[in-house]
Every structure is written in structure tokens, then in C-alpha cells.
């Protein structure tokens, strides 16, 4: 199933809850249902994946610190910050899901509103605070992106 189109506002509660606009919901369970992992990449937004594809970006891993042994640390580092504040979780039939405290004590995320996309594999949810940056910085490159893209035929 393709990911959905468009942005979405997705209010957190002061417990951690929210619920997933059901596009991306179902977008997630097309890949195996209801079990996703839950984490930031970054500390900069939520992270929300299905466990199929964080298995395999798990997987990737060890072969790429091989092939790579200047990437062993960091790819240590990373997977130690992503579980530490990551948890395996469910989403209900109505696509909630609740954010675990530590990833909650790291983000300001309580009482706010963020915004659910699928910009490939995943779910992402922007924070407002976020958001207000984002945007911009997209204000100012929009007509420089526009045009760069026409000009390459691809709008």
C-alpha cells in the first residue's frame, strides 16, 4: 500500500496518547499489522515504523559495521539512543498508540498538537514547535524548488 498524501494534525494528550489519522494506520498495518516500534531518530520528531521494516533496518546493520568498520560506533551509539527511548507497542483499532515516558521526558510532546506524514517506510510526527521551523525554511526555498523542479520536468 503507498503512503498517504497530505499532513495530518495528531493531538497528544498529557499522557503521551494519540491517534494516528487512519490513512497512515492503515498504511502501517498493510506491512503486518498492528505491532509497530516507536522511537526518534533524531529528537527532533516521532518515529513510528512497523516491526517488519525496523526489523530490517536492524538487520542492514551489522553487515554495513563489516563492510564499514568506521560506522561500528556510531551504529552502536545510534541503536542504544533509539531503544532507550523506543518501545514495541500496539495500535488499537482506532490506531492509538502510547508514547513511552522516556521518549515523552526528551520531547516536549504532552498537551500539543504534531503533524503525522508517511514520507516513505514510515510514520513521522513533527512536533508544532517543529513544525514552525519547517516551515520557514520552506517559505523561503519554495520558489526556488518549484522552479528547479519544472525546469527538470518532474512538475
Not at 498529557?14 to 492503515?26: E, I, Q, T, Y
Request: with cysteine.
Amino acid at each position: 500500500m503507498p503512503p498517504p498524501n497530505g499532513m495530518f494534525d495528531v493531538r497528544i494528550d498529557d499522557k503521551g496518547r494519540f491517534a494516528l489519522p487512519a490513512g497512515n494506520r492503515r498504511f502501517l498495518e498493510s506491512y503486518d499489522g498492528s505491532l509497530v516500534f516507536v522511537t526518534s531518530l533524531d529528537h527532533r520528531r516521532v518515529h513510528v515504523f512497523s516491526q517488519s521494516v525496523w526489523r530490517a533496518i536492524r538487520e542492514r546493520m551489522p553487515a554495513a559495521a563489516r563492510s564499514n568498520p568506521d560506522l561500528k560506533d556510531e551504529l552502536e551509539r545510534f541503536l542504544t539512543r533509539v531503544n532507550l527511548i523506543g518501545v514495541d507497542t500496539e495500535m488499537d483499532k482506532q490506531g492509538r498508540i502510547v508514547l513511552a515516558s522516556r521518549l515523552r521526558a526528551r520531547m516536549p510532546l504532552e498537551n500539543t498538537t504534531a503533524y503525522a506524514w508517511a514520507p516513505g517506510d514510515r510514520v513521522e510526527m513533527i512536533p508544532e514547535a517543529e513544525m514552525v521551523a519547517i516551515e520557514q525554511e520552506l517559505h523561503a526555498t519554495s520558489v526556488r524548488d518549484y522552479q528547479a523542479l519544472s525546469r527538470a520536468c518532474l512538475i
